[in-house]
Each structure stands twice: as structure tokens, then as C-alpha cells.
């Protein structure tokens, strides 16, 4: 039975909150490159670059490599954005002409920020440091959309594993002269949780690379026994090579 049915009633009301704001730098980002791309390609002298995309000789695969921020960046009322990378392959599924492919994409993402807080063994008030860490994996698929100009937009959906960690630490602290100690909370919280990921795109070809922009949405149900917000949102930008 598939699982479809049931996990879409749980995430919708999640991700509909976010989805908006997140993925209307991207399609504002389609529409100005399409406006911009079509008088650029018709300048183009006559050749393959500037031939129409269906025109253009096709790739079976390619790696990326992509690097952004997080739209919502916000952990444990957190508002540092921090920054996100995203590394892998993607394969067209099918023939030369399929709008269909597969990705394998490493995530990363990394914020921090100081805060003030008490010890718990009463110390304080001291200058706290979090540093708060995601990475792990994702399998997507990726459906192209009909080209708009020059711009090939695209949507996909998948899903992964991330681990989740975060480490507190003070500064040096002196207690005298030629003494401080630093205090570090140990273990670090870390939590490994299943990632379902959705999200908009558009690529334009230019020469043997493909610039990208991406928006996605990254929920992360195990979270929440961490006390750790359960929804990302990375923006990013990269190339296809």
C-alpha cells in the first residue's frame, strides 16, 4: 500500500505555511532570466550554444554543486541564516528528450550564533556559543517543465536522512591572573531523522555548464524530540557541469 496517502494530510499543513515564501525568489528569478534570455539568444550568432534548447545536443548526466542559505533560518529561536551546500549527481531517466531524472545529493548546513545563559551549576550569566550542524542525504526525482525562453523550469521531490547536531560552548573564563577554564557541554545533541524534501527550480544552458536557482523545502519529523525546529528552507544557487 502506498504511503502517499497518508504522509500527504501530514506534511501539507507543514509545509504550506513556508512554501510561498520560500519558492517566490525563485519563480521571480524564472521571470526576469526569461525576459533577459530571449533577446540574448536571438543576438547569438548561429551555433550550438545558441541554438534552442530542443535543439541542443543532450546529456545523460551531470554533477552539481550548489551553495546558499537557509530562508528561514531559524534554530532554537535562532535568527542567523547560516549557510547551506548541496553536492551530487543527477541522471536523466529515459531518452534524450525524457523531462525526467534522478538525483543523489549530499546536504550540508551549518549556523551559529551567541547567546547569554546560565550554567547549570549556577555560573553565569556567561557568553554562550552554539554551533548547530546538518548533513546527510537525499535521493530526489526531478520532473523538467515545459522551457520558457531560454529558462527550463523544473520541480522536484524526494527523500533522505540527516543527522542533527548541535554544541554549546562559553568562552574562556579567568579566575585569575594566569587561570580561565572553558566549559563545553557534552555529549552534543544529535539526532538522526528521515528528511522528505520538495521544491521548485529553473536552469538556463550556457555552454557546457547549466547555472541554476533552487528553492527547497526540507521537513524533518525527528526533530522534534530535540525541541529543534522541524522545517528548513534552503535557497540556493549552483551549476550543473
Known amino acids: 500500500m502506498s504511503r502517499a496517502p497518508v504522509l500527504a494530510p501530514v506534511l501539507a499543513p507543514v509545509l504550506a505555511p513556508v512554501l510561498a515564501p520560500v519558492l517566490a525568489p525563485v519563480l521571480a528569478a524564472v521571470t526576469l532570466v526569461t525576459l533577459l534570455g530571449a ?19 543532450h546529456r545523460a548526466g551531470a554533477f552539481f554543486l550548489a551553495a546558499g542559505t537557509d530562508a528561514l533560518g531559524k534554530d532554537f529561536g535562532d535568527a542567523a541564516p547560516g549557510f547551506a551546500a548541496q553536492a551530487g549527481y543527477e541522471r536523466r531517466i529515459g531518452g534524450p528528450r525524457s523531462p525526467l531524472a534522478l538525483r543523489v545529493a549530499g546536504d550540508y548546513w551549518r549556523a551559529g550564533r551567541t547567546f547569554t545563559g546560565d550554567l547549570r551549576d549556577g555560573q553565569g550569566p556567561l557568553d ?3 554551533t548547530t550542524t546538518l548533513v546527510g542525504g537525499s535521493v530526489l526525482g526531478v520532473v ?10 523544473y520541480a522536484l521531490a524526494g527523500v533522505g536522512v ?3 547536531a548541535n554544541r554549546n560552548e562559553t568562552d574562556w573564563v579567568p579566575h585569575g591572573p594566569n587561570t580561565a577554564s572553558k566549559v ?4 552534543p545533541v544529535r539526532v538522526n531523522t528521515v528528511s522528505y524534501t520538495g521544491g521548485l527550480g529553473a536552469s538556463a544552458r550556457f555552454g557546457a555548464v547549466t ?5 527547497r523545502i526540507l521537513v524533518l519529523p525527528g526533530l522534534g524530540s530535540a525541541g529543534a525546529q522541524q522545517v528548513r528552507a534552503p535557497l540556493s544557487v549552483g551549476l550543473r557541469f
Do not use: H, K
Open 128 to 130: 554562550v556559543r552554539r
Open 211 to 215: 547555472p541554476f536557482i533552487e528553492g
Open 184 to 187: 563545553v557541554y557534552l555529549p
Open 162 to 164: 540527516q543527522q542533527y
Open 39 to 57: 533577446p540574448v539568444r536571438a543576438q547569438s550568432s548561429a551555433g550550438p550554444d545558441s541554438a534552442p534548447p530542443s535543439a541542443r545536443p
Open 144 to 153: 523538467r517543465l515545459p522551457a520558457l525562453g531560454a529558462v527550463r523550469p
